[in-house]
């Protein structure tokens, strides 16, 4: 039976998996990238369509990410030492700023262009993340699970 030291992590390993599989369909959804830098330059068809889809796309992947952020921070909240839960979640707000910059161009201007390069940047943030606070974070709860057993 697994530890919840070991539930924790398999959770938050599978949160990841569907955040990169996120980034993946918002950058997927746009056929003409690397062709132009504006959505005017598409077909008003196409244009409505992959805004509505990478609109929609980007929302679940902004719910998706502030909820495993909470997640994140309830399992770090006995289980972490303070320095690292503080830079952790201090982390998680610098990401959610930068995701809510996206939004809010691409809310005025509409350009899934621009919307996707930002998704770029926040694919190597996350990367970054992972590998800076998340392979610690793991450490500590499976470390806490050792501990508590008998």
Do not use: W
Not at 16 to 35: A, F, Q
Not at 51 to 62: A, K, L, T, W, Y
Not at 115 to 122: L, R, S
């Amino acid at each position: 039976m697994p530890s919840i030291g070991e539930e924790a992590v398999e959770r938050i390993r599978r949160d990841h998996g569907h955040m990169l599989h996120l980034i993946d369909r918002i950058r997927s959804e746009c056929t003409e990238r690397g062709k132009i830098s504006n959505c005017n330059e598409c077909h008003p068809t196409r244009q409505g369509v992959c805004h509505g889809n990478i609109e929609q796309m980007f929302r679940s992947f902004v719910e998706t990410t502030l909820k495993h952020n909470l997640i994140e921070s309830m399992f770090m909240e006995d289980r972490v030492p303070a320095a690292h839960r503080m830079a952790h979640n201090q982390a998680h707000m610098d990401i959610a700023q930068q995701l809510k910059a996206i939004r809010l161009v691409f809310s005025e201007d509409g350009n899934c262009v621009v919307a996707i390069e930002g998704i770029d940047h926040i694919h190597k943030v996350l990367l970054e993340h992972l590998k800076e606070y998340d392979q610690q974070l793991e450490a500590y709860l499976l470390e806490a699970a050792l501990a508590q057993q008998p």
